[in-house]
């Protein structure tokens, strides 16, 4: 039985990927130009595991990456994915617990808010990367630390994801992962996914839970 759905944010509730590409594409040929897929790579990834992984040995290079990323952030444009809210109110009104667990930090969080001041209204918490207790995605921590404070198992969860290391991470918890091709196409998502849609805007309460 489902108890919990679980959504990551960026690429499933909000419309922000082609911007972080944007992004990732003018500051990648500047301080990692040996990762040409930078953006891809990173997808899902919190600012703490970007820094172990890829700017341990130049602190200052990093400093620099998460200004520049921080004020992009502040200004982006936060557009909701039509039929993400309304799949996640249906499913509140069917006694199942909705969060948004994202990679994203408080400070990102914030600039949201002033954007869509009545999106945590809809769900039941949000888990930002400062709540995940542990590693990133692809690591498993995020979806189980939701679990926990929802006091229901992993499996009695869905989990909403778009990105390789966000299914690699809801999989890992052993969570029902529902992959949605905003992102990556059918063929990508499909190994990694109990079941796959265009959006969650083909989604329904009913299909998921019957």
């Not at 921590?141 to 009695?156: G, H, I, K, T």
Request: proline share 5%.
């Amino acid at each position: 039985m489902i108890k919990a759905a679980l959504f990551d944010l960026d690429g499933v509730i909000i419309d922000t990927e082609g911007q972080y590409f944007q992004f990732w594409g003018v500051i990648v040929p500047k301080f990692l130009p040996q990762y040409p897929d930078f953006g891809n790579m990173v997808k899902g990834c919190t600012l703490v595991d970007i820094h172990q992984r890829y700017f341990d040995n130049d602190p200052a290079k990093y400093a620099e990456v998460d200004r520049l990323l921080n004020e992009f952030e502040a200004n982006m444009k936060y557009e909701l994915f039509p039929g993400a809210l309304e799949l996640v109110d249906e499913l509140r009104s069917q006694g199942i617990l909705c969060a948004i667990v994202t990679s994203s930090n408080q400070e990102k969080m914030a600039s949201l808010a002033q954007q869509l001041p009545t999106l945590s209204e809809h769900f039941d918490h949000i888990f930002t990367a400062e709540d995940a207790g542990g590693a990133g995605k692809p690591a498993p921590d995020c979806y189980l630390n939701a679990a926990r404070y929802f006091n229901v198992q992993p499996s009695e969860c869905l989990v909403f994801e778009d990105s390789i290391n966000g299914l690699k991470s809801g999989r890992a918890a052993g969570a029902r992962v529902i992959g949605v091709t905003t992102t990556n196409n059918a063929e990508a998502v499909t190994p990694l996914a109990d079941h796959v849609y265009p959006s969650l805007h083909e989604c329904s309460a009913d299909r998921l839970l019957g």
